[in-house]
């Protein structure tokens, strides 16, 4: 009798990666070698049906197969949404590809440096930002190539957008068979996070070794995850970068079905159609355009089964390991300010709490004025959101939590540093991607980027983010406030301004 080929230990033949087939399913694919030959990369790998014609607001179908071998060497679609134009510092490698982008988007990208369906190693999935209504897996900044070198399995996907994947309607909610509708961007990125348990281990990954990672609206989505009966044995740890919806009445928070509902019932009747069927017989240019403004995750009782601070009330969150934090100019506001005008914008939002915020963020001058209004506006907004994260999985839950700050104010062009450690800054950073940025760097920006991938692939990897060599961070608890910040010189140490992010948590609260 002749020997049998080995059995790893998900029930599968050990078999060697090999770049131009790779059952998975639906079919076999083929990648291409990146720019380092180790590393085997997988673009445009479909996990779900093409959410068009009926399938429009609808939950993602399962995919159909194929025969022979798909070729996977470009980017799938990015999803529908207006045409990438670079804004303020945010230049084209933070931006998706001109094109494609459409529809039928739901597509998904390896990158992995293993050679055998045996190497068993941490996956991450990352999930992009782009307030819900932007975005791609194949931002250039999102490349995993870096990562797999490390030794992640690296994963990158798309999710339906704007009106298509956050659309509610009483029609919508009747047909969905949950008495739900709206969530449609959420289930897509469930439903790669099943094509991941189902099929990593085909790239050398460990399904249950999964980490998911989201930037800003992704942030929001790995906050949503934690909090959904749906997405639960999915994943095993998260990383949330400047974005979550913990803190009810701070920016980022979900909406409930029936406001949802209302929205949608005004956008069909701004459309002129009296059917669900009719507004889906619309073409996706004049859908797109119905729709303004971010998209909002809703507690639409199947998907979010209540809003996440009552989830993390009832003790059901997600209970593991956490990483979060938040960026130095993550600003929402950030408008010139004078002293006179700043106070009266404390006394408009805070009321009689006004001069005890003063107290927290005071200013003597015009420029100390925008300065500490803008401080403000990003403490109150994403601080608040992934500070209280932190402390509540600290004080609830078994698992650590990390808190971090990114300060350093990433080089520009002309030396001016006006935007700083600006929003999705860190991103590039944490994956080891700054080539890709067009910047006058520094050597000690590429040792800052060495440091954080660090970071997140132990992170990954263990639950931990310390390792040999790195400075010790400390997990977070409450009343310590220890954070990682990360600077041209990075070390461990108290929180800033964690005293007044806890008297605005207090105040939230009440």
């Not at 002293?339 to 001069?355: C, I, P």
Request: glycine share 10%; net charge positive.
């Amino acid at each position: 009798m002749g020997c049998c080929m080995p059995v790893n230990t998900y029930g599968r033949k050990v078999e060697k990666i090999a770049l131009n087939s790779v059952k998975i399913t639906g079919g076999k694919i083929s990648g291409k070698a990146g720019s380092d030959a180790k590393v085997l990369v997988f673009k445009g790998i479909p996990f779900a049906a093409p959410p068009i014609g009926e399938f429009r607001w609808k939950a993602p179908q399962p995919v159909a197969s194929w025969k022979g071998t798909k070729k996977c060497d470009t980017f799938g679609p990015s999803a529908w949404q207006n045409p990438p134009v670079p804004f303020l510092v945010y230049t084209k490698e933070f931006l998706i590809p001109a094109e494609p982008f459409g529809e039928d988007c739901l597509y998904l990208n390896v990158w992995t440096t293993a050679t055998s369906t045996s190497d068993h190693r941490p996956v991450i999935v990352f999930i992009h930002g782009g307030a819900f209504m932007s975005g791609s897996g194949s931002v250039p900044i999102y490349n995993g190539e870096s990562m797999a070198k490390k030794g992640i399995v690296f994963v990158t996907i798309n999710y339906r957008v704007g009106i298509f994947g956050f659309f509610a309607h009483p029609e919508l909610t009747k047909e969905s068979g949950h008495q739900a509708s709206g969530n449609y961007g959420i289930l897509d990125q469930i439903a790669a996070l099943k094509w991941v348990k189902q099929n990593i281990t085909a790239f050398g990954g460990n399904p249950d070794n999964v980490t998911i990672a989201g930037q800003s609206a992704g942030s929001m989505s790995v906050n949503a995850l934690a909090a959904s009966r749906l997405a639960k044995g999915f994943f095993h740890r998260m990383i949330a970068e400047s974005g979550a919806s913990v803190v009810k009445g701070a920016f980022g928070g979900t909406e409930s079905l029936a406001t949802a509902e209302a929205k949608g019932v005004e956008i069909a009747r701004t459309a002129g159609v009296s059917s669900i069927a009719d507004l889906r017989n619309k073409p996706a240019a004049v859908i797109g355009k119905l729709l303004k403004g971010m998209g909002a995750v809703i507690v639409d009782g199947y998907v979010l089964q209540a809003t996440i601070p009552e989830v993390f009330a009832k003790g059901e969150l997600a209970d593991v390991p956490l990483l979060t934090g938040w960026n130095g100019d993550d600003a929402l506001f950030n408008a010139p300010a004078t002293v006179a005008s700043y106070r009266e914008y404390l006394k408009n939002l805070f009321g009689s709490d006004a001069e005890n915020i003063f107290k927290f963020y005071p200013a003597s001058n015009d420029e100390e004025a925008t300065l500490a209004q803008k401080q403000l506006s990003r403490d109150s907004g994403f601080g608040i959101q992934n500070y209280a994260w932190a402390r509540m999985q600290a004080e609830k839950g078994k698992s650590k939590a990390f808190l971090y700050f990114f300060e350093r104010k990433v080089p520009e062009t002309g030396g001016t540093n006006q935007y700083g450690a600006f929003h999705t800054a860190e991103v590039p950073y944490a994956y080891d991607n700054l080539r890709f940025l067009n910047r006058p760097l520094e050597p000690a920006d590429h040792e800052l980027a060495k440091l954080i991938s660090s970071y997140w692939v132990n992170f990954a990897s263990t639950g931990d983010p310390n390792g040999a060599g790195l400075p010790i961070w400390p997990s977070f608890r409450p009343g310590g406030g220890e954070t990682m910040r990360f600077n041209t010189v990075s070390s461990a140490g108290k929180q800033p301004n964690s005293e007044a992010l806890e008297f605005l948590l207090q105040r939230m609260k009440k």
